[in-house]
């Protein structure tokens, strides 16, 4: 069993920060669990272009309000807290805070490893071992 809290992982190597966000990584590959478990931090007034294309995440708020934009079908969706949004097709989207830091509990399958970063279209690599599959 594994039982952590938030505060074992802020200011440890698993608390990462982007220009937009922040991200507090609870549960990664090395868990063994199949997924991996993300408390973000969305901040206030920005706009982030995210783009998982060899992972699927959902993305639950629980604080703070903004939208998702869809942008392969121009859609934006209002999101709040008890919002949950499922990219089941690996859409590239927009995330926009428009109302206080919006905080996202976040699940990806594959899990991530830690060491993944944004490249330019906002996606994230598939770990090694993964892509040789
Ligand atoms: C809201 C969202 O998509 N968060 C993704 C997790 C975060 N970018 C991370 O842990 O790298």
């Known amino acids: ?6 505060d074992d992982v802020i200011g440890s190597e698993d608390h990462v920060k982007g ?4 991200s507090r ?5 090395d868990a063994g669990m199949g997924f991996s478990v993300h408390d973000t ?6 706009e982030s272009m995210f783009w998982y294309k060899y992972h699927q995440e959902a993305v639950y708020c ?5 939208e998702i934009e869809d942008l392969g079908t121009g859609k934006i969706h209002p999101i709040k807290p008890g919002t949950l949004y499922a990219l089941v097709g690996h859409e590239k ?7 206080g830091n919006m905080r996202m509990v976040c699940v990806f ?3 991530c490893t830690g060491k ?3 490249d330019e279209e906002g996606a994230y690599a598939l770990p090694k071992e993964e892509a040789n599959l």
């Open 1 to 6: 069993m594994i039982v952590k809290n938030l």
């Open 19 to 22: 220009e937009t966000w922040e």
């Open 25 to 29: 990584r609870i549960i990664l590959k």
């Open 41 to 46: 931090i969305i901040y206030e007034g920005t």
């Open 62 to 66: 629980v604080e703070g309000e903004g």
């Open 93 to 99: 989207h927009l995330l926009r805070a428009t109302k």
């Open 109 to 111: 399958n594959p899990p």
């Open 116 to 118: 993944e970063t944004h």
